[in-house]
């Protein structure tokens, strides 16, 4: 009898962009589906901006030079990078191509421009655009977390009005007034995403 041979190819995981305004609570909302879902990898972005607050460097941000984010793009090591609000961010290339070829899927809070440039590289990635209820509780967002200077607020409120024109653009939209209820709602995109395989 001839030989049946089965050939099993492993399932890539998922490629989730997690994108919105700084202060709209992108980081409050990953940190809590990293909680509650320790399955799902999380791509550490390297970026030139100083650490803030009590972020860490290899938990939060890989905390990088500019010479060393420069080195970075020569050597094709990003798989997207933007400059945002003054300062370098980028996706290790490495680490999304890895752990997708790994079966796991990936989280990443990216900004409008590297969503763009991400999903051209990844077109089955999934968009989620977090927008805030209002930009006046944004405002109020970004000024209670306490982690930005007036001038850094000023700018980032600023940036904010260009990015919300460009929600329409994302697979989905969640308005993050309520936490609890983002999360679910985000918690249910990644379950349907995973379930379909
Ligand atoms: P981002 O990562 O988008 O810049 P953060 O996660 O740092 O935003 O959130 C900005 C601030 O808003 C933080 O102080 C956070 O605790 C707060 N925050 C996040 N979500 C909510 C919400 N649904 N209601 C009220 N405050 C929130
Ligand atoms: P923050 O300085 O508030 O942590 O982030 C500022 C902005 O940079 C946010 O919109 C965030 O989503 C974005 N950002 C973080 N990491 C990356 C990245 O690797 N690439 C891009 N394009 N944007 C990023």
Redesign the pocket.
Known sequence: MADIQLQVTAAKGHLFI??????TG??TIVSAILKKRPQLGY?I???T?PP?GD?QDGV??HFISQDTFRKKIDADE?A???E??G?L???SARYIEETLAGGQDVL????????K??SARYPEAISVFIAPPTMKELEKRLNRRGTDSAVVVAR?LKSAEA?MAQAHCYDHVIVNDDLGKALVELETIIEKVCLNG
């Open positions: 997690i994108s919105g305004p700084s202060g992108k980081s791509s972005s390297f970026t901006r803030r972020e939060d941000y990003l997207e990078w933007a945002v609000h300062h961010y980028g996706t990443l809070d990216i900004d409008v421009e590297g969503t440039r991400l980032r990015e």
